[in-house]
């Protein structure tokens, strides 16, 4: 009987033994709410509207949590010489159920870390900001330059065209005086000043007179000349 009795005790010995040496395994996330504030400033001429989203795909959101945790440290006792930082921030916030797990702020520019808290950031990777993106469920965390026009010289033909330049380009315009009266030539800009005129014209045979503008700072203009009409936005690729 006590050998029996001696046997059990060690049974649960080695069963509770068992138990205490088997790790638990961390919590993961079941759910990630995403939200980006709209731009404080345009980004390649346009502002950055506020996104806001829930993923509630289980093992996607695990896949980013467990990505954004093996990203490299960053020592932040150093000086890193970074590009300029646009203030594009995708706030991460990680759910187990309804309780959060983890917050964490990607930056799309500048240098582009994870700040998972105030003393610990990561490098992102341009595997992570696919996998983040892919997740998310848009194109890329930044939008990508606008596809800049390569024609500068412009006819009645081009009415109703928008046209896209960068700071210091050039175009011109050539209409028929008889229909379009250059002193009925009008341009509206927002901020006042994002065209110049250009006073060296190149010469058009009448009843032609020709229009020569420079991108000075970005912004948007409308040139209307009676029903002709050239919707013009000018961007900083340097934003």
């Known amino acids: 009987m006590k050998i029996k009795q001696l046997g059990l005790v060690l049974l649960l010995g080695l069963l509770l033994v068992a138990c205490a040496g088997t790790p638990q395994q961390p919590e993961q996330p079941t759910a990630l709410h995403v939200l980006r504030p ?45 590009p300029v930082d646009l203030g594009v921030v995708y706030q991460l916030d990680f759910l187990a159920g309804s309780s959060m797990l983890q917050h964490m702020d990607v930056q799309a520019s500048g240098c582009g870390w994870v700040h998972l808290s105030a003393t610990d950031a990561r490098w992102t990777t341009a595997a992570f900001t696919r996998l983040l993106a892919n997740t998310i469920g848009i194109p890329s965390l930044f939008p990508a330059p606008p596809q800049l026009t ?83 936005r000018i961007i900083s690729l340097n934003e």
């Open 150 to 232: 390569q024609q500068y010289e412009f006819t009645e033909q081009d009415s109703g065209r928008t046209v896209t330049y960068t700071v210091t380009s050039r175009f011109g315009i050539s209409l028929n005086q008889q229909k379009y009266p250059k002193k009925n030539m009008q341009i509206s800009c927002t901020p006042p000043g994002t065209l110049g005129s250009v006073s060296n014209l190149p010469y058009v045979a009448p009843p032609l007179y020709a229009v020569r503008y420079e991108a000075v700072q970005p912004g948007l203009c409308t040139i209307k000349n009676g029903t002709f009409l050239l919707t013009v």
């Open 38 to 82: 709209a731009s404080q400033s345009p980004i390649f001429g346009q502002p950055l509207p506020r996104l806001e989203r829930t993923i509630t795909n289980a093992n996607a959101v695990q896949h980013l949590y467990v990505a954004a945790l093996a990203l490299p440290v960053v020592d932040q006792g150093k000086t890193y010489n970074c």
